[in-house]
T-cell receptor
Framework: EAQVTQNPRYLITVTGKKLTVTCSQNMNHEYMSWYRQDPGLGLRQIYYSMNVEVTDKGDVPEGYKVSRKEKRNFPLILESPSPNQTSLYFC???????????????FGEGSRLTVL | AQSVTQLDSHVSVSEGTPVLLRCNYSSSYSPSLFWYVQHPNKGLQLLLKYTSAATLVKGINGFEAEFKKSETSFHLTKPSAHMSDAAEYFCVVTPMNTGFQKLVFGTGTRLLVSP
C-alpha cells in the first residue's frame, strides 16, 4: 500500500530536549516536505527536498533541521525544542510531473508534538 | 507572489443540501490549484486539482470546482452533502510547472453537516 509513515504520532517533551520525527514514503517520490498546522493558520511549509541531498527552507524553518540521505526518508529534527513549536506536523511527498509523477501530494497522518 | 483566501472559516449545511466552499487566489504566474480534505485525526487527501486543462474539475466523492480566471476564484461545490463530508477543506495554490517549492495553503474551511 502506498503510504507516508510518520513517527511518533504523539509526543510530549520538555524544552531543550532534542527530538526527531521520522518520515518515510514507499512510492519512490522525489519531493518530500514538512508542514506544521496551527489553528487559524492553515499549513505552513517548514522545509522541503527535491531529491536526495537537496533540501531547502520553506516559510517557517527557524528551529528545525532536516536531512535527505535516502530517497525514502526525510526526518525532521528539533535540536532544542521550545513551547512555540507545539503543533501538529505533517510530512508529505509527491512524484514530480516532469519525471512522470502525478503532482499529487500524499500526506502522513500527522505527529502531534507538545513542548512543555 | 501567491496567496490564497478561504472566505469562510466554517460552513454549516444540512444533509442533502448543496455545499459551497469559497476560495480566491492571487498568483503572479499561471496557477495550479488544489482542494484537499482533512478528516479528524487524519492527514490531508487530494479532492481535485486544476492544472490548465478543463476549467470545471471533477474530483472524488461528488465534489467539483470551477476555475474562473476573471474572478480569481476556485470554489468547491457538491450538489448534495453527506454526513461523511464533515471535515476541514484546504484550498492550495502553486505556480504551474515550477514544482512544489511554493505551495501556499489557505487557512481552511470547516464543513459541518447536520442531519
Amino acid at each position: 500500500e502506498a503510504q507516508v509513515t510518520q513517527n511518533p504520532r504523539y509526543l510530549i517533551t520538555v524544552t531543550g530536549k532534542k527530538l526527531t520525527v521520522t518520515c518515510s514514503q514507499n512510492m519512490n517520490h522525489e519531493y518530500m516536505s514538512w508542514y506544521r498546522q496551527d489553528p487559524g493558520l492553515g499549513l505552513r511549509q517548514i522545509y522541503y527536498s527535491m531529491n536526495v541531498e537537496v533540501t531547502d527552507k520553506g516559510d517557517v524553518p527557524e528551529g528545525y533541521k532536516v536531512s535527505r540521505k535516502e530517497k525514502r526518508n526525510f526526518p525532521l529534527i528539533l535540536e532544542s525544542p521550545s513551547p512555540n513549536q507545539t503543533s501538529l506536523y505533517f510530512c508529505a511527498s509527491t512524484g514530480l510531473v516532469p519525471t512522470g509523477g502525478s503532482g499529487e501530494l500524499f500526506f502522513g497522518e500527522g505527529s502531534r508534538l507538545t513542548v512543555l | 507572489a501567491q496567496s490564497v483566501t478561504q472566505l469562510d472559516s466554517h460552513v454549516s449545511v444540512s444533509e442533502g443540501t448543496p455545499v459551497l466552499l469559497r476560495c480566491n487566489y492571487s498568483s503572479s504566474y499561471s496557477p495550479s490549484l488544489f482542494w484537499y480534505v482533512q478528516h479528524p485525526n487524519k492527514g490531508l487527501q487530494l479532492l481535485l486539482k486544476y492544472t490548465s486543462a478543463a476549467t470545471l474539475v471533477k474530483g472524488i466523492n461528488g465534489f467539483e470546482a470551477e476555475f474562473k480566471k476573471s474572478e480569481t476564484s476556485f470554489h468547491l461545490t457538491k450538489p448534495s452533502a453527506h454526513m461523511s463530508d464533515a471535515a476541514e477543506y484546504f484550498c492550495v495554490v502553486t505556480p504551474m510547472n515550477t514544482g512544489f517549492q511554493k505551495l501556499v495553503f489557505g487557512t481552511g474551511t470547516r464543513l459541518l453537516v447536520s442531519p
